[in-house]
């Protein structure tokens, strides 16, 4: 049985019925925020299906802003129409968890709640996670095989590697290498060699056969040679 009397039970019906107003204005006058158009249609193409979907990141993105406040918005009505008709039942103001009456105070402030503030399910921290946190953790986790000391091939490692060049918020501050200079010097292991294991294979060639060799004069060759690595009197040319 409710606490609340005649005087607060109407000024709160007020403030629950002002609000759905308002919400049904939301709903009906704004096109669904947006949806009442195609996504199609705000794009300007006869088919999203032949585009990357970078292509429409803008459209995507607001269409699920459009989706998400509508969300609210239907979840703010049903809310509404459960605390009036509570109030209709003479429920109104008495916590469904624990049967506690709920101060006057808090239904000032939140007209539609119906519970107490120690069983409101807002303030439920929800420990459910996305699967795929368990799934992609640590990094690299199912492609790296730094591990694996027999495996020298392409790893999921290298891919981050690659794709790291481009560019990323880290920055030299957050480098794996205390020693950086630069924003090209930031990525993981930079110093890698891309494409041969020791620089002698990036600059010695040979022909079809195997027979002639030739000496590529590139930048591993010359720090091969300051480091006094090789001798240029034994180059075939």
Known sequence: MTQLTPNQLNELRGLLEKDKAETEE???????YGLASSQRD???????IDN?????????????????????????LTRIIAALTA???????????????????????????????????RQEVSDRR????????????????????????????DAWQIVERWGNSDS???SENRNVES?????????????????????????????FVSVVRNKEYYDYIEHNEGDRGLEPD
């Open 26 to 32: 939301r709903l009906s006058d704004n096109e669904h």
């Open 172 to 174: 030299p501050a957050m």
């Open 87 to 121: 109030m209709n039942q003479g429920d109104y103001g008495t916590c469904l968890t624990c049967g506690a009456p709920i101060p006057f105070e808090r239904l000032q402030a939140v007209p539609d709640t119906l519970y107490c503030v120690d069983h409101s399910p």
């Open 183 to 211: 924003y090209e010097e930031i990525g993981i292991e930079t110093g890698e060699e891309d494409g041969y294991v020791e620089s002698l294979e990036s600059f010695l060639a040979t022909d079809i056969t195997g027979k």
């Open 130 to 157: 996305p699967v795929e946190e368990q799934f992609l953790k640590p990094p690299f986790g199912r492609s790296s095989m730094d591990e694996h000391d027999e495996y020298n091939a392409f790893d999921g490692e």
């Open 42 to 48: 705000n794009t300007g193409e006869l088919s999203l």
């Open 52 to 76: 990357h979907p970078a292509d429409v990141a803008s459209e995507t993105y607001e269409r699920g802003k459009d989706i998400s406040l509508l969300e609210r918005e239907d979840l703010r």
